[in-house]
């Protein structure tokens, strides 16, 4: 049986589908950022912000989000934005990883000063740069390497407060008699129109639109209304469920929001969290949901550094669920979340999943595989299967070189 090694690991090319912007930053870019805006940090150094804000080991999930504060404090101008944007880019091609789904929330960044098209221009401009960079290498023109793609997604957030961002806090001002819920589902509506009119008239690469946030208690048909419009303009659809919630969160996901893939999808098979006294049969109910799951190829967006680190049941990567999946044949994309918070990349997060599940090299090269045909390409089918198909043939050719 062929052994997987690490050359093979970083040498293939790779994808990154689920991937926060605001939780990739490098250490020292947020510290110089932060220095050079008069931002407050807990400390000014490498070693000091890992022991105390970006760890290891957190306590849960609260402990987990509280970087993002001092990350989105940075993201406040186009020029850190597309900075940002553009070293992500380039972390990704120094580990092999050839297209990257580039996720965030614009509302966060968005004030007086800095509005919807601004940020995603940066972004794009950031990741532009870095793309046109690595393609004019003699490597990628004589077809011997994958040229860097890449997409952008658009979060809406289930919950939010109006300390947040400006734009929130404006939100709240002038929604302030309406319900908390509605004002969330307004803010999502917007950034789906928004989403829509700037791919029209800007062509800009916003190639997703997604919900992400605090699930349990944030049910995602409050935000019903963003996924019909972003469905009606052909915008594909992935939706944060299932990582702090059950199976429901997961069908809600799918038929309420119309989801083209699932981010995290952790609990999947949990039949103790599924709440609704309306489900009798709760086996038959996850099955059902794991069946059309499997036959649709709904891709799941597997994030295994960031559960382990988030949620409190999973002791050791052999409890997650991953196996499980791959047992159900469901496709299944190995992602990193955020790079920062979880000090990981995608390398190491495919050596966790080989090591900690003892994953075949079949297993593995399904699973990276899954992650180009479950991409929400921004080319056209033809140019997404030309594409898919040269990542496999050099998947392919370098099991021969180093396995």
Known sequence: MKKINEAYLKAIPKTDLHLHLDGSLRIPSLIEMAQSGNIELPSYTESGLR?????????????????????????????NLERIAYELGVDNLNEGVRYIEVRFAPQLHMHDNLNMKEVLAAVTKGLNKAKSEFNQNEAVKSGEDLPFEFGIIVCA?????????????????????????????????????????????????????????????????????????????????????????????????????HANRIGHGTHLFAAERIASTQIEDKENYIHELVKYIADTRTCIEINLTSNLQTLPELKS?????????????????ICTDNRLMSNT????????????????????????????????????YLEKRKYVRAAIDRIKLLENVLV
């Open 51 to 79: 022991e105390l804000v970006f760890k290891d080991f957190y306590t849960d999930l609260p402990d987990y989000l509280n970087g993002f504060q001092y990350t989105v404090s940075v993201m406040q101008n186009a020029e």
């Open 157 to 257: 957030l289930r919950w939010f407060n109006p300390h947040m961002s400006a734009y929130y806090n404006k939100l709240f001002s002038v929604m302030s008699y309406a319900k908390e819920k509605d004002i969330f589902s307004a803010a999502s509506l917007e950034l789906a129109k928004a989403a829509a009119a700037l791919i029209k008239e800007e062509g800009f690469p916003v190639v997703g639109f997604d919900l992400a946030g605090a699930e349990a208690g944030n049910p995602a048909d409050d935000h019903e209304a963003a996924f019909q419009y972003a469905h009606t303009h052909f915008i594909k659809k992935t939706v944060h469920a299932g990582e702090a919630y059950g199976p429901e969160s997961i069908f809600q996901a799918i038929t309420d929001c």
């Open 317 to 333: 990567i052999a409890d997650h669920p991953l196996k499980l999946m791959i047992q159900n044949s469901l496709a299944t994309s």
């Open 345 to 380: 990349s995608v390398t190491k997060e495919l050596t966790l999943a080989v090591n900690g599940l003892d994953l075949d090299l079949k297993q593995l090269q399904n699973i990276v595989i899954a992650g180009f045909k479950g991409s929400f390409h921004p080319g056209t």
